[in-house]
């Protein structure tokens, strides 16, 4: 079981510059931007130097074999459209850092502000940030 909690996830700022757009037309306001940690076959060492706890929490998970692994981040006052992933191979795990992560996954509305969720991304879903910080 792997469990990341906010502490380990507040070295996560625009300061680090190290954020690509998720966007990829799902974006419907605000920003939307993503972590990279796993690429290609290695860790990326800048980006683990910035969370360094996340990057060794996920290695002794076992993550980083095959594909990609990041962390993506809806900032506040951001939004997506409504989307979903071809597969439930991989899984989403949320941490809402403070204020309100709305979430809406199938029928089901989720208002997320304190203990992180593990969701299915084949799902139907979006995402909308009304906190003061980035949702993780």
């Known amino acids: ?6 502490k380990g996830s507040s070295g996560i700022n625009a300061e680090y510059g190290l954020f690509g757009d998720m966007g990829g037309g799902n974006t419907k306001e605000g920003v939307w931007g993503y ?3 796993y690429e290609d076959g290695k860790w990326l060492s800048e980006e683990c130097k910035a969370v360094p706890r996340i990057c060794k929490k996920l290695q002794a998970a076992g993550y980083g074999t095959v594909g990609k692994t990041y962390v993506s981040i809806l900032y506040p006052s951001s939004a997506t459209y409504p989307h979903s992933a ?3 191979e991989i899984l989403h795990l949320i941490i ?3 204020g309100s992560t709305n979430l ?3 029928d089901k509305n989720l208002v997320l502000s304190e ?7 084949s799902f139907d879903k979006e995402f909308s940030n009304e906190g003061a910080d980035a949702a993780v």
């Open 96 to 98: 809402p850092t403070s």
């Open 115 to 121: 203990e992180p969720v593990v969701i299915d991304p």
């Open 104 to 106: 809406r996954i199938a």
């Open 35 to 37: 972590f990279g940690l």
């Open 86 to 88: 071809p597969s439930n």
């Open 1 to 6: 079981r792997l469990i990341l909690n906010r």
